[in-house]
């Protein structure tokens, strides 16, 4: 009887520790189990080393695609599916919208139009982005838009303009419908693909190209996301490879941490924003490595 008991307290000791393991353990990153690519691996890594002194705290959540247009493959798949604020990044599903009004005749190209498609995309006016909400006839329109003729935007939801201050946290995205995004604009599958290229392609702040070891020589289209609880990037990266072919990929990195529009800022904005676009700059390198080895160059 005496060793039953003794067991039995032992089987529930074990479990109390596993249990309590289980609770502390920090949760690993989402991997796509199809992908076959050291690169993620490396992208985890270098994540990490950035907890949690370092530019990232526990409570910063992680998502990051990169897939080589060439190849038609994606290389890294890390919490794709996590839906996150958008921030700016929501602007692109904006311009998509109003240009599928365009294309169907309900809505005209006009110069006021290339205005604020400027301004909104290259310097991130939220003004401008609201023309376009309210000219398309209010966010759920546009979200409307977006689920009836694009239905493979599986984490975008538009449900509101952006406030006067900038604050905006109910609009939501993914890296996997990011991603989706530039593939689709790069194959000229989006209605006006050619104009979506030309504002993304303008001169702008960005966090996987500026700042980088990443060569002059490469053209970028993208988009940032900045508001505090999000930053983000994602575009296209077009690169040249040692025998002079251009070689597109998109890279999406997306950090975020819903505990901070709703909490006290230890640090400034500016301090916040530019610790976590210097782990997207570090892993946009990597990417960028990776690839350019992959044609045979050397990094």
């Given at each position: 009887m005496k060793t039953y008991v003794y067991n039995l307290i032992g089987l529930l000791v074990c479990c109390g520790l596993i249990v309590l393991l289980?609770?502390?353990?920090?949760?690993?990153a989402a991997y796509d189990p199809t992908i076959d690519s050291p690169l993620e691996q490396t992208i985890d890594s270098l994540v990490k080393q950035f907890r949690p002194r370092k530019g990232l705290t526990y409570s910063d959540r992680t998502s990051f695609v990169v897939y080589d247009i060439s190849r038609n493959k994606k290389l890294v798949s890390i919490n794709e599916d996590r839906q996150m604020m958008a921030a700016s990044l929501i602007k692109n599903f904006v311009m998509l919208a109003y240009f599928?009004?365009?294309?169907?005749?309900?809505?005209?190209?006009?110069?006021?139009?290339?205005?604020?498609?400027?301004?909104?995309?290259?310097?991130?006016?939220?003004?401008?982005?609201?023309?376009?909400?309210?000219?398309?006839?209010?966010?759920?329109?546009?979200?409307?838009?977006?689920?009836?003729?694009?239905?493979?935007?599986?984490?975008?939801?538009?449900?509101?303009?952006?406030?006067?201050?900038g604050r905006t946290y109910r609009n939501k995205t993914s890296a996997h419908d990011l991603?989706?995004?530039?593939?689709?604009?790069?194959?000229?599958?989006?209605?006006?693909?050619?104009?979506?290229?030309?504002?993304?392609?303008?001169?702008?702040?960005?966090?996987?190209?500026k700042k980088t070891r990443i060569p002059a020589s490469a053209k970028v289209y993208n988009k940032t996301g900045?508001?505090?609880?999000?930053?983000?990037?994602?575009?296209?990266?077009?690169?040249?490879?040692?025998?002079?072919?251009?070689?597109?990929?998109?890279?999406?990195?997306?950090?975020?941490?819903?505990?901070?529009?709703?909490?006290?800022?230890?640090?400034?904005?500016?301090?916040?924003?530019?610790?976590?676009?210097?782990?997207?700059?570090?892993?946009?390198?990597?990417?960028?490595?990776?690839?350019?080895?992959?044609?045979?160059g050397r990094w």
């Open positions: 289980c609770g502390t353990t920090v949760i690993h599928h009004e365009v294309k169907h005749g309900r809505l005209k190209y006009t110069d006021r139009s290339r205005y604020h498609l400027r301004k909104m995309i290259q310097v991130s006016s939220n003004v401008s982005t609201n023309y376009f909400i309210n000219l398309i006839g209010g966010p759920s329109k546009v979200s409307r838009i977006l689920k009836y003729n694009y239905s493979y935007f599986k984490q975008t939801k538009i449900v509101e303009r952006i406030p006067t201050n991603n989706k995004f530039y593939v689709q604009l790069w194959h000229d599958k989006l209605p006006y693909s050619h104009k979506m290229k030309v504002y993304l392609g303008l001169p702008n702040g960005d966090y996987i190209y900045t508001v505090y609880g999000l930053v983000g990037d994602s575009g296209i990266i077009v690169m040249r490879d040692p025998k002079g072919k251009l070689r597109p990929y998109v890279f999406t990195g997306l950090i975020e941490d819903r505990s901070k529009p709703y909490g006290r800022r230890r640090i400034s904005f500016g301090a916040w924003v530019n610790q976590r676009a210097n782990v997207l700059r570090r892993v946009s390198e990597k990417a960028y490595g990776y690839i350019y080895k992959s044609y045979g």
